[in-house]
């Protein structure tokens, strides 16, 4: 049940009162928390893309930086919510610096250096840059009233570094006692290793990824991609989403503090392997490549100019298969004919195999096992995945108008929504390109406080 209009306005007061919110800010909080009717004196949202996201009037503050933080929000921003994203005022969120490649500027931008960084264009669309120091007291009450005027905030500093700036949750949630707080960090807020810093590689090697992640008798090696940064950032997302979600129906309309980690997320994505630890009391069978350790064959097969994955997950399907490859009669071998026979003899099936497979090159072979009904495909790089017929019939790159670069590509979100609009509404910004927006627009200071702010060094 929603809170009476008296109700909320006591709580209105309140938060304005501890945060020096003026009027301005009061209204846009009750607009939002009460779904009132729309202010006229109000600017309405820019797009009918904006209102059509399923969280169109959520706000986020963002105070991360790097991949698994930017990702989460990034995430929220794609389904609608406006996102206020808190950067150094001088260097910015970390990635800005790591390239190359970087996306050039443009001759007719005002803008000096190599460009912006691809890391940083890869997760950080729809969102508003403010360059903040919350280091100075100024900027500190700056996000006081951000907060205040927030539905969720998420950072992803060392445990209680936040503290000593009045930031922590603590803080914030006396403000707004609404407030959503994600906190992103390594180890999580308790536990033993609670006070390191967390890095997506470390994880994997400490949790369990990179013991499962390579060849049979090679070495342990990290995931091509951050992928624990990245789950983390998913479950961060999810999190929110359900905390919002009980928020809405709890009539005191009261936030939380969401404490996610990325051992913890790394833990729970080991998936089966971890329950078939748990459940034999074993040690794990270590890494496979490409292939299954209880389903033969099933992994990537050497072609004459690349790679193919073939997948015999069954009886039948390897019978189709051995008619594909031209041998029918190793689906009646003794030695082939049920799985289990032929995970006994893995390595002679498999050196058989790939015998044949090395003979054609992968465009012919995926032509031979064209509508087979047999799992198959191709083993791509990250230039053909982009330029693969289906990712472009799939709209899964985006093309958006970057304010210095021009035209730039993005990664689309992955989820298509029947009834709602979600996507790419805006390219990632540049360092503080809407710290005028959030101060004067969001939260009614006057173009002199800007001015006055800039020149203290407080935001820029």
């Known amino acids: 049940m929603a809170p009476s209009r008296a109700s909320a306005g006591r709580f209105l007061h309140k938060a304005s009162k501890q945060a020096h919110i003026d009027p301005f800010c009061r209204t846009r909080v009750q607009r939002r928390w009460l779904n009132a009717a729309a202010d006229a004196s109000l600017p309405p949202r820019k797009t009918d893309t904006e209102r059509k996201g399923p969280l169109s009037g959520i706000r986020v503050l963002d105070m991360t930086r790097v991949l698994a933080g930017p990702y989460s929000t990034q995430i929220l921003g794609d389904l609608g919510a406006e996102i206020i994203k808190i950067e150094h005022p001088t260097r910015g969120d970390d990635t800005r610096a790591w390239g190359p490649p970087y996306a050039e500027y443009t001759t007719e931008s005002d803008k000096k250096g190599p460009g912006e960084s691809a890391y940083f264009l890869a997760v950080n669309r729809n969102k508003h840059s403010l360059g903040l120091s919350f280091q100075h007291p100024q900027g500190q009450e700056i996000l006081h009233k951000l907060a205040a005027t927030s539905d969720v905030l998420v950072e992803n500093y060392i445990p209680g570094a936040l503290r000593k700036y009045q930031l922590d949750y603590e803080t914030l949630s006396r403000i707004n006692p609404s407030l959503i707080y994600a906190s992103i960090t390594g180890y999580g807020q308790t536990g033993p290793f609670s006070k ?39 479950y961060t997302a999810n999190s929110v989403m359900a905390a919002l979600i009980q928020r809405a129906n709890d009539p005191d309309r009261k936030g939380q503090w969401l404490d996610v980690a990325l051992s913890d997320c790394q833990t729970a994505t080991l998936a089966n392997i971890a329950s078939s630890v748990l459940i034999s009391g074993k040690r794990d069978g270590g890494r496979w490549g490409t292939a299954h350790p209880s389903i033969v064959p099933y992994k990537g097969f050497e072609t004459k100019d690349g790679d193919v994955m073939l997948g015999g997950g069954n009886d039948r399907l390897f019978g189709v298969l051995c008619q594909r490859l031209g041998k029918p009669e190793w689906a009646s071998d003794p030695k082939y004919k049920t799985n289990g026979d032929r995970v006994k003899h893995r390595d002679e099936l498999e050196d058989m195999i790939t015998a044949i497979t090395k003979t054609k090159t992968t465009k012919q072979w995926l032509e031979v096992l064209e509508g087979s009904g047999m799992p198959y495909a191709a083993v791509n790089d990250v230039k053909d995945t982009l330029d693969h017929e289906h990712t472009q019939a799939r709209k899964m790159v985006t093309e958006v108008q970057h304010s210095s670069c021009g035209p730039i590509k993005v990664v689309s979100p992955p989820v298509k929504y029947s009834g709602s609009s979600v996507g790419v509404r805006s390219a990632p910004p540049t360092l503080g390109m809407h710290t005028d927006y959030v101060l004067r627009d969001v939260l009614g200071l006057s173009e002199q406080k800007v001015g006055d702010l800039k020149s203290e060094g407080v935001v820029a």
């Open 196 to 234: 390191r810093a967390g890095y997506d590689v470390m994880v994997e090697a400490e949790f369990g990824l990179m013991h499962i992640t390579g060849e049979r008798d090679g070495q342990p090696v990290k995931v091509g991609v951050a992928v624990t940064d990245l789950t983390t950032g998913l």
